[in-house]
């Protein structure tokens, strides 16, 4: 089995390093980029698993690597950033990141969301992911038959609230923005229609039972938007 292969994307030295070093000690194959250019050509040549990718680069933006990737693949990008403006996440999102990171990041956070992105990974690997019946948890969505139970209690949902959950599930593990839920679900992207996906969104959490559970399975990225969690 061909070993799971990251690519580090940081011109930060000391940051490139703190990655480096825990990627090894969790027995990882990884590979470093400084620029943009070069991680651009190395997704292409090296194929890699994971794309770890800081957005304040010295030649082009970060985001300009995440549309070069999508462009040809679907490899899934974390976006590690010191930047704490919402908007350029947003915009990272948008263009097709999985995830991000906030500097300062803890090693536990990264390896957490490495293992997130592992776990989707698998489930895509598997057929799975393009099943009819979508199991997560306690959670199973049967995408024919529009029916939702959390264990064996069959949840009763609106459309609204329906979709929402298809996206989301469809989406498991990845970061939905705002205004890319809206279009998917609505068409649109006014303000009024994040408000009201802010209401169907705690029904459906609340009909989830989301609440009381100590993982959510729907988790909220305030001022970003939604992902679901994986089990
Ligand atoms: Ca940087």
């Not at 990655?19 to 969790?26: D, E, N, R």
């Not at 956070?109 to 490495?114: C, G, K, N, T, V």
């Not at 303000?191 to 009381?212: C, F, N, P, Q, Y």
Request: aromatic share 6%; with cysteine; proline share 2%.
């Amino acid at each position: 089995m061909k070993q799971f292969q990251i690519l580090i994307v940081e011109d930060d030295q000391s940051v490139r390093n703190l990655i480096s070093v825990t990627l090894k000690v969790h027995g990882y194959t990884y590979t470093t980029a400084v620029r943009a250019a070069d991680a651009v050509m190395l997704s292409t040549s090296l194929k890699p698993d994971l794309v770890l990718l800081d957005l304040g680069l010295p030649d082009t933006d970060g985001t300009e690597v995440i549309r070069s990737i999508r462009s040809w693949s679907n490899m899934p990008i974390i976006v590690i950033s010191a930047r704490s403006d919402d908007a350029d996440k947003i915009a990272a999102l948008d263009a097709g990141a999985d995830d991000y990171l906030t500097k300062p990041f803890s090693t536990d956070e990264l390896m957490a969301r490495i293992r997130v992105v592992q776990r989707r990974l698998s489930l895509l690997q598997s057929g799975s992911g393009e099943s009819d019946v979508f199991r997560n948890g306690d959670l199973l969505v049967d995408y024919k038959a529009a029916l939702v139970k959390c264990g064996d209690t069959e949840v009763h949902l609106t459309l609204t609230e329906y979709k929402l959950l298809k996206l989301l599930s469809l989406n498991v593990g990845k970061v939905l923005t705002y205004s890319s839920i809206v279009k998917e679900i609505w068409g649109g992207s006014v303000e009024t229609d994040i408000v009201s996906l802010r209401v169907h969104m705690a029904t459906l959490r609340k009909k989830l039972g989301d609440v009381a559970r100590e993982e959510p399975l729907i988790r909220t990225h305030v001022g970003i938007g939604y992902s679901m969690n994986r089990y």
